[in-house]
Each structure stands twice: as structure tokens, then as C-alpha cells.
């Protein structure tokens, strides 16, 4: 065996000792428990607005499976969310004349499968209108004569 081979050997099983230190110091990625979502902007839930919802996943650091499907379905069949690629973005434009049901709240049901992993997350995001701001009271009156 020339000198060149034997330094290349060594290089070869050096770079393989190096390779699984990395491994070993690289914690693998943990697979998420559970899913919430928060509106970015607390826009109305009237017709003609746009609501956008991001999720956050748990426990931090957590990802979604490699090869998780997520499908985002609404119980008002007029009213379409749909996801972004990163399957954790949730928006929704109320169509033109829509109105929220009086006797049935909105609600967007969220879900994940994997076909590799026993990873299954579900959320129900429940969009509503921000609140009124609260009423500006007087804080004095004054009479005026008129007859």
C-alpha cells in the first residue's frame, strides 16, 4: 500500500468519525404533539375581509411529519380557508354579501395525517370579530336657555 493510499484510508475513517460525532451531537427533529392557531390581524369576520391564521406547533422546536397532509374544511360551505405550503397558514376571504350565521358560530376544522408516523394533529379555530372599543364617555355636560 503506497503512502497516498494509506493517508487517504486515514482521511476516509477520519471524515466517518467526524460524520457521527455530527450525528450524535445533532439532536433528530421531534415530531409535534399538538397544534394551535392565532389570528395575525384582528380583521372583522364580515364579507370582504381577509383573516389570517398562523399555527404554532408543540412542543417548541417541533416539526410536522415529512410527509404529513393537512386539510382545513369550514362548517359554513359559502366560506373556503385554505392552507399555504407550509401547511401552518390558514386564510380566509369572506365572499361579497356573506353574513356570519346568528344561531351557528363559524368554525374551521383543521387536521393533519402521515402514512409514516402516528403523527395526528387537529385544531378548531373559531375566527370572530375583535371586540367593540369601549364607549367614550362624557366626562362633563352643559345646559344651555333655549326658550
Known amino acids: 500500500m503506497?503512502?497516498?493510499?494509506?493517508?487517504?484510508?486515514?482521511?476516509?475513517?477520519?471524515?466517518?468519525v467526524v460524520?457521527?460525532?455530527?450525528?450524535?451531537?445533532?439532536?433528530?427533529?421531534?415530531?409535534a404533539t399538538s397544534i394551535s392557531f392565532k389570528e395575525s390581524f384582528m380583521n372583522p369576520t364580515a364579507a370582504g375581509q381577509t383573516q389570517v391564521f398562523t399555527g404554532t406547533l408543540s412542543p417548541a422546536g417541533s416539526i410536522l411529519a415529512p410527509d404529513a397532509v393537512a386539510t382545513i374544511s369550514s362548517n359554513d360551505s359559502a366560506v373556503s380557508p385554505t392552507l399555504d405550503s407550509t401547511q401552518l397558514v390558514v386564510s380566509v376571504t369572506y365572499p361579497a354579501g356573506?353574513?356570519?350565521?346568528?344561531?351557528?358560530?363559524?368554525?374551521?376544522t383543521y387536521a393533519t395525517t402521515s402514512e409514516t408516523t402516528s403523527?395526528?394533529?387537529?385544531?378548531?379555530?373559531?375566527?370572530?370579530a375583535p371586540p367593540p372599543p369601549p364607549p367614550v364617555l362624557a366626562s362633563s355636560i352643559s345646559f344651555n336657555q333655549t326658550a
Open 2 to 16: 503506497s503512502i497516498e493510499e494509506m493517508q487517504l484510508d486515514v482521511l476516509e475513517r477520519l471524515l466517518h
Open 19 to 31: 460524520e457521527r460525532i455530527e450525528r450524535e451531537l445533532k439532536p433528530p427533529s421531534a415530531l
Open 98 to 108: 356573506w353574513l356570519e350565521s346568528t344561531t351557528t358560530p363559524l368554525v374551521f
Open 119 to 128: 403523527q395526528a394533529l387537529s385544531a378548531t379555530i373559531t375566527p370572530s
